[in-house]
């Protein structure tokens, strides 16, 4: 495939980065993850201004004008721009520079790095059966809200769920159900959705934003609170949410069934009206 690195365009095969990239030896960088359908890319702006404000956060300075054209390419040059879904994955890291923890002295062009992949949505079947999550223990640091490539808590919980034999992973602290390990999670109850409210202990995605949006024009309620792990086994149903993850109903957890353990029509519902919209 073809990919983005600091203004060149090659195939992986040929990408290189130096070892003294301050990604590689201390994950100073962030990153985003941007869906595309049918080559359309969807909540571009979103995406472009939650990676605006991470790179504000770690003050990495860089131009971002030329990064919609750059996604455009990705999926011109690597034939993905008639793909039912997409994304591009694109990361920002501070740059080379002989390692120390600090900011290096003379400031460094940060490193950007960028590709395109095609997106397999599981057969309708499939997700019709529902999926499985389990919970793990929320050991991520105290600012998620900013996606850096720092991801060895969300590895290392993914990795528990796919060891359980399950989709995916319910991060609790506190005895709080806040989100997955790269999706935000919802329960219902009745006809209200809840889900964790803005802050720093979950990542603010972009997906979680436009379902909640979707959901109150539905006419549902919805209710941005802590969720408590407890509370889970009188929900009536549950989801995750996410770029790589869409609506992803979850009827199991902790091997428990949630409601009646199967498919509810909330998550349907929702699942439905996004396929409308990105279609
Ligand atoms: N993950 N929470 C976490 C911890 C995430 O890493 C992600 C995204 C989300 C969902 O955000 P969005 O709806 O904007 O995709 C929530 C990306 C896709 C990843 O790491 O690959």
Do not use: C
């Amino acid at each position: 495939s073809i990919v983005y690195l600091n203004g060149d365009w090659i195939d992986a095969s040929e990408a290189r980065i130096s070892v003294e990239d301050r990604g590689f030896l201390l994950s100073d960088g962030v990153y985003e993850v941007t869906p595309a359908y049918r080559g359309r890319f969807f909540l571009f702006d979103r995406h472009l201004e939650r990676l605006r404000s991470g790179l504000a956060t770690l003050r990495i300075e860089m131009e971002l004008d030329g990064l919609a054209e750059i996604h455009d390419r990705l999926l011109a040059d690597n034939e993905l721009a008639d793909d039912e879904v997409s994304y591009v994955y694109l990361q920002v890291t501070r740059g080379v520079a002989p390692r120390t923890h600090a900011f290096p002295k003379m400031p460094v062009p940060p490193t950007v790095y960028a590709f395109a992949r095609p997106y397999r949505r599981p057969d309708r079947t499939v997700w019709e059966q529902g999926f499985e999550a389990v919970t793990v223990p929320d050991r991520r640091w105290a600012r998620v809200d900013v996606k850096t490539i720092a991801l060895l808590p969300n590895v290392l919980a993914q990795q528990a769920a796919v060891d359980a034999g399950v989709s995916d992973a319910i991060l609790v602290r506190d005895g709080i159900a806040l989100e997955g390990a790269h999706n935000n999670f919802f329960a219902v109850f009745g006809r209200t959705v809840v889900t964790h409210p803005r802050s720093n202990v979950i990542l603010p995605g972009i997906t979680r934003e436009y379902v909640i949006r979707m959901a109150r024009e539905l006419g549902f309620e919805v209710d941005e609170r802590p969720i408590q792990v407890e509370e889970l086994a009188r929900a009536n149903e549950a989801f995750f949410t996410g770029t790589t993850t869409e609506v992803r109903p979850t009827v199991r957890i902790d091997g428990r069934p949630v409601g009646s353990g199967a498919v509810g029509p909330v998550a349907r519902r929702l699942f439905d009206a996004f396929l409308e919209r990105v279609e």
